[in-house]
């Protein structure tokens, strides 16, 4: 079998550079998404009145080499003003991005960085 000489010594280096890295990343964002997920828990259960400024959707398409198939995730948002001028972007689900409109008023229900409802009126 004919070596690579130097590939032969640094391959082995890398790989493992690289799955440390890519591990870390992996480890990294899950313990972020916990930390929100219990900062959101231990956050108060607001109701404030807003409108609605904007909406946006966030689609991130996906192609699996593997199946060629490919496949979207779309991420629903609305950004919402307070009384007090500040404004607050919150992920919201699908089923009531339908039904918000910009301009809209009401009571908006959040919890940290947690959408709960907007009820208008």
């Not at 640094?10 to 964002?29: D, E, H, S």
Request: hydrophobic share 40%.
């Amino acid at each position: 079998m004919i070596g690579f000489g130097f590939f032969d010594s640094v391959f082995p280096v890398l790989f493992t550079v690289m799955f440390v890295l890519v591990l870390g990343v992996i480890i990294a964002t899950l313990v972020r998404n916990v930390g929100q997920w219990h900062k959101n828990n231990n956050s108060p259960r607001l109701t404030v009145q807003a409108t609605v400024v904007s909406k946006r959707m966030d689609v991130t398409h996906h192609h699996d080499a593997g199946t060629h198939m490919n496949h979207s995730t779309t991420r629903y948002y609305a950004t919402f003003q307070v009384e007090s001028g500040d404004r607050m972007e919150l992920s919201i689900p699908d089923c009531d991005y339908g039904y918000l409109v910009e301009g809209d008023r009401g009571s908006l229900a959040f919890q940290g960085t947690r959408f709960l409802r907007f009820d208008r009126g």
